[in-house]
């Protein structure tokens, strides 16, 4: 779970470069333990320390590797709720989500057995009634589209409608994008042993485009058809960053998925 750390985008890419090991927050109570490990957006992130501090004894070096932009910037955001203490966490990066390679892993018919019997638990629990097939199927019909518009479709409050699609990605059923969702390949063999097997649009070649970047940079890049990472290194960033909702954030955070391919935008001309 990443909710008891709540971290930005930015320090998420410094917890996975290596340049961000600390997170600084105000809590009634440690929120995290020593080997928490933390699913994020870039992966796994460890908790390896967890101190109080007084914040009198915060120092630049404590802001910069907390990824902040000076020790008044991490002062100011720590003011809140000044009754509470302040807690030094420390971080490592603990590698990928592994839940990506069991979104790749194709069922037997054995396992299918096993996955199938535990979305039928998941359904006898739910106070709604069964939701695990019909979810299954209105991601699979409708790919990279607003989670907020699934939920209309289906009669649903969004948060409840996101939380039990997390309950199938933890399967490795679903994977999320940027906007929206889409089944990975072994929920697409799961719900095809269900219903029988349909014809799917090909999966697009290639890395998704990161999650980190935002919805409107997402649109944005999808309207001028570049819809991975390896699409985006065909163009210049100057090009991109005229595209309204594409800003200097989003820009840094896909040049950064592009070094990790050995990639770069396409030089000026």
């Known amino acids: 779970m990443l909710a008891p750390v709540m971290m930005r985008p930015a320090e ?13 927050r105000r809590w009634d109570r440690p929120r995290v333990k020593v080997g928490t490990r933390l699913r994020t957006a870039v992966g796994v992130v460890e908790v390896v320390s967890v101190e109080e501090v007084a914040p009198s004894r915060l120092r630049v070096d404590d802001a910069r590797r907390a990824g902040a932009a000076s020790l008044t910037a991490l002062r100011e955001a720590l003011s809140a709720r000044p009754d509470r203490p302040v807690f030094r966490v420390g971080l490592r990066y603990g590698g990928a989500d592994p839940r990506e390679a069991l979104r790749a892993a194709i069922p037997d018919a054995e396992e299918i057995a096993t996955v199938l019997a535990g979305l039928d638990r998941l359904d006898a629990a739910s106070p709604v009634g069964p939701w695990t097939r019909t979810t299954l199927r209105i991601i699979d019909r409708n790919p990279e589209v607003r989670a907020p518009d699934l939920a209309a479709e289906l009669g649903r409050e969004t948060p409840d409608f996101k939380k039990d699609v997390r309950k199938l990605k933890e399967r490795g059923l679903t994977e999320s994008l940027a906007i929206g969702y889409r089944l990975s390949p072994r929920g697409e063999a799961v719900l095809d042993h269900e219903d029988g097997p349909r014809e799917r649009a090909p999966r697009r070649a290639g890395t998704p485009l990161p999650r980190t970047i935002g919805a409107p940079a997402t649109r944005a890049l999808r309207e001028v058809d ?5 699409a985006v290194s065909g163009w210049r960033r100057a090009d991109l960053a005229a595209l309204h909702g594409v800003g200097p954030i989003a820009l840094d955070r896909l040049e950064g998925a592009m070094a990790e391919l050995g990639l770069d935008y396409r030089p000026q001309d």
């Not at 998420?12 to 600084?24: K, P, Y």
């Not at 570049?226 to 390896?230: Q, R």
């Open 226 to 230: 570049v819809h991975t990472v390896e």
């Open 12 to 24: 998420l890419d410094g917890v996975r470069a290596g340049t961000v090991d600390l997170a600084f």
